[in-house]
Structures are given as structure tokens and as C-alpha cells.
């Protein structure tokens, strides 16, 4: 595919779990795709630069819910640490890990595959 890159994209991805298929997730740009209502709330990750904070090359990942009015709410932001190869682990601190390996990512979509 054109444009197709297993590097770490850069901005806010929200989850568009409607789209997801044989373990894997998909992700659209948050600012620019059209999401579907939904009950169940959207994790989003914010890569580099649309993290404010972050360097290039870091990444964060917060996962938002629908609050009691329905409005999203935050929950706890976790580190991606680089693993190589486009692997990365989520670090806890409790120690715990979630390891994603990207799939694919391009302009308009990123797809993940977490291990």
C-alpha cells in the first residue's frame, strides 16, 4: 500500500472499534473522521507532537469513557515504550505491560494488533 508505515503516527487516534476485524484495532484521526454515536466510549492515543509534552518519538495512550452525563471523561495516561520493529509496550506502574505491534498506519487509518 502507498504511504504505509509501521512507525509510530503522529496526533490523536480515537478507536473506531466498529471497524475492527480478526485481532485487529482500528484507529481514525480524532480531529478529522466522522464517528458513529456511541454508548461504549472511545479509547484515544496521542502520538509526538499532539501530546504537547511529549518529544518525538514518545507516546502516551489515555482511554476516555462516557462520564454520567455521557460527556467523555479521561482516565489514566500510560507511557508507549518502544520495543522496535513497530512494537511498542504501554508501561503501568504497577509494571504491568500491554505490548502492540502496528500493522499498518497511513494518513487515515492505523491499525493495531495488541499482544
Same mark, same amino acid.
Given at each position: ?24 484495532? &482500528? ?5 478529522? /473522521?466522522? /464517528? ?40 489514566? &495516561? ?20 500491554? &505490548? ?8 487515515? &487509518? ?6
Amino acid at each position: 500500500m502507498h504511504g504505509m508505515t509501521m512507525a509510530l503516527p503522529s496526533g490523536s487516534w480515537t478507536h473506531s472499534f466498529e471497524e475492527d476485524a480478526d485481532g485487529i484495532e &482500528v484507529y481514525r484521526p480524532t480531529a478529522t /473522521f466522522a /464517528f458513529p454515536p456511541s454508548r461504549k466510549g472511545r479509547k484515544v492515543l496521542e502520538f509526538g507532537a499532539g501530546t504537547g509534552s511529549m518529544e518525538g518519538g514518545e507516546a502516551t495512550s489515555t482511554s476516555m469513557a462516557p462520564s454520567p452525563d455521557d460527556r467523555p471523561r479521561a482516565g489514566p &495516561v500510560t507511557r508507549l515504550v518502544p520495543l522496535g520493529m513497530g512494537r511498542y509496550a504501554f508501561g503501568d506502574a504497577s509494571g504491568a505491560q500491554d &505490548v502492540i505491534d502496528i500493522v499498518e498506519a497511513t494518513p487515515d &487509518v492505523l491499525r493495531l494488533a495488541r499482544r
